[in-house]
């Protein structure tokens, strides 16, 4: 078992499983196991988790992130551009969870305590954008009204399904949009109602199986949604449950692409997800970085 000498445990009370913080002694106890010494340390706004990260880079082996998937987002953005980064382990402290899934860690947070314990260090793709980071996803057009849409309320009482309650509401307000994108030196353009580029392999706890994906190959998945209704809306969440593979989509609905240097420019400026947070717009200049990161996963 892996022993690391001092790790930081950054916990944020209020993301989707609101008793983590309650239990949060027996969490330490269990990650003390392969930790020498644990700085723990509680966010109480956004921004909070970058702040940490970055603060206590140089001094820690180690961050340990009990939080959702945004919690998560803060901390590459704290730690992306320090030289020597810290080694990363999520806990699925959130709504969704969706990093700790690609990343095989249990979805039970004392259960991904014993599991990380034990675990071992391997190397994940970061992906670059603009001055910022994301690590499992970028979109642009309906999942950006789907995330707007997404209330507090509704996260907490219907969990994982508010996705799809929110991608429902935001119907009526997509719209087509021009693009212009540039797919390592190769042009496309044409109308979409959402462009997402994945680096993980699940996106609102569902698995993303249309093309095969790697964490650490340095590539990157585009997938185009051409329009959008709601019958084409059902045909696009019915391949995602069939778990089917990249022959079976209908390529007047979705267009897929493998890239490692994406640009994306639209007419005018439009909002952009990343991991779930909406904080920059177009125009998109994206960069997998290969092996850019190092996380801590069940052996």
Known sequence: MRKFRKALLIYNELAG???????????????????????????????????????????VDIIFVLGGDGTLHEVINGIGDIVNRPIIAPLPGGTCNDMTRS?????????????????????????????????????VGLIVEASKNRSSTEKSLLGSISYYVSALKSIGNSETFSYSMTLDHEKRTGDAVMILVTNGHYIGTNNIPIQESSLNDGIGEVYVIKKTDFATLMEVIKIVASKKNHLN??????????????????????????????SSSTPANIQFLQDHFQFLVPS
Not at 262 to 275: A, Q, V
């Open 17 to 59: 499983q609101k008793n983590a913080a309650s239990n949060l002694g027996e969490y330490t106890t269990l990650l003390t196991q392969s930790v020498e010494e644990l700085l723990v340390r509680k966010t109480s706004k956004k921004g909070d988790a970058k702040e940490l990260s970055f603060e206590y880079s140089s001094i």
């Open 103 to 139: 990343l095989n860690i249990p979805q039970e947070i004392h259960r991904a305590c014993e599991a990380l314990s034990t675990g071992k260090v391997i190397h994940v793709d970061g992906v670059r954008m603009n001055n910022q980071y994301f690590i499992n996803f970028l979109g």
């Open 249 to 278: 989509y209908n390529p007047n609905v979705l267009t897929c692409y493998k890239a490692s240097h994406i640009e994306i420019e639209t007419e005018k400026p439009m909002p952009l997800d990343m991991d779930g947070e909406v």
